[in-house]
């Protein structure tokens, strides 16, 4: 039932970069420095979607021998520092270059132009459309449908929550899947839903203080299935829901697994897969095989570039639950089911 993500490592905090030098195969196909990672709002050590980006690079830094570099976001920054810093890592000789998350998109465009010889990655985005650009992008909604299903099999009180970080069409997947899915399983199921912030600038996906108090919110109304599409953020929703004995649905990374949320993790029901960390993996892979992918690379619950995590035993051992869900997934991959996107 799982998707096979990359492994998260544990992963700190902090504003600094990292470089450990270069390589390249013994054949000779692979020539450039290494791999360059531009994280997302949040960055490293966010336990979710930053931190899979930064499994799949550590996994080919490892497997292929190669260096890399990975650079920490800002707070306030602009596009400007974001064209720099893809600029820096392009110059540098880093290839392939990869912005972690849509806030990229402008920053990608500029700089592949420039660099019409290395390969970019985008995460989340599939606007850029160029010759050297990879479009990493997924079905976060088939995920989030599963999550709705297992909510929805789950609460006591027909009434579960989602809590997305900011209010833009990229997490609005993440609510359609969610509602669809829970209201597969009960029509009449009330859904409490909100959103911290109406852009990342506010730190909607960084702030979980803002995800704890959201959360508090809504098992206050009444809510006992918690699901957040939030980033770092859901850090907060996911201690609340544990403080209050209630169920938390994590997103992106298996968030059961997760080292920070250790001591939450008995309340974490599951997790909204997106397997981040493969998709960065496959495109250095790619690169150093001489093959680069370009265009749109989209993950799906048929090619495991989402999923739902089952690694907590409570959730295994409902047996209806994991059934109900199982069949959701079949039905997707089989056509049976079309999961909404707004």
């Excluded at 998707?3 to 195969?25: I, N």
């Excluded at 290839?95 to 132009?113: D, L, Q, S």
């Excluded at 009434?159 to 069409?169: E, K, L, R, S």
Aim: include cysteine; aromatic fraction near 8%.
């Amino acid at each position: 039932m799982t998707v096979a993500v990359v492994a998260l490592a544990a992963a700190g905090c902090g504003s600094s970069s990292k470089d450990s030098g270069g390589g390249s195969d013994a054949s000779g196909k692979y020539s450039g420095k290494g791999i360059g990672l531009a994280y997302d709002i949040g960055g490293k050590g966010d336990q979710s979607f930053n931190d899979a980006a930064y499994a799949g690079f550590q996994k080919a830094e490892k497997e292929f021998k190669i260096g890399g570099r990975d650079i920490e976001p800002q707070d306030g920054e602009s596009s400007a520092d974001k064209v720099q810093r893809l600029e820096q890592l392009a110059k540098a000789g880093y290839n392939p270059v990869i912005g972690v998350g849509f806030v990229y998109a402008p920053a990608v465009k500029e700089v592949a132009a420039k660099y019409p010889k290395t390969t970019f990655g985008i995460i989340d985005d599939e606007q850029t459309k160029a010759a050297n650009v990879a479009d990493m992008v997924f079905h976060e909604e088939q995920a989030s449908y599963l999550a709705g299903v297992a909510a929805a099999k789950s609460t006591k009180k027909n009434h579960i929550g989602f809590i997305g970080g900011v209010d833009i069409p990229l997490i609005h997947k993440f609510e359609a899947g969610y509602v669809q899915g829970a209201q597969s399983v009960n029509p009449k199921i009330k859904i409490e839903k909100q959103y911290l912030t109406q852009t990342a600038q506010e730190g909607g996906f960084s702030s979980p203080d803002k995800g704890k108090d959201a959360a508090d919110g809504q098992i206050e109304a009444g809510a006992d299935v918690l699901y957040h599409a939030a980033g770092l953020s859901g850090q907060g929703v996911i201690s609340e829901a544990a403080g209050k004995k209630v169920w938390a649905i994590g997103v992106d990374s298996d968030q059961y697994a997760q080292t920070a949320l250790a001591k939450y993790k008995d309340y974490v029901l599951g997790s909204a897969l997106k397997n981040v960390g493969g998709a960065v993996y496959d495109l250095v892979k790619s690169v150093h095989e001489g093959k680069p992918k370009t265009g749109v690379v989209r993950g799906s619950l048929a090619n495991d570039g989402v999923g739902f995590a089952d690694t907590n035993p409570k959730y295994k051992a409902m047996t209806d639950v994991v059934a109900a869900v199982n069949k959701a997934k079949q039905d997707i991959i089989d056509g049976k089911i079309t999961v909404n996107t707004k």
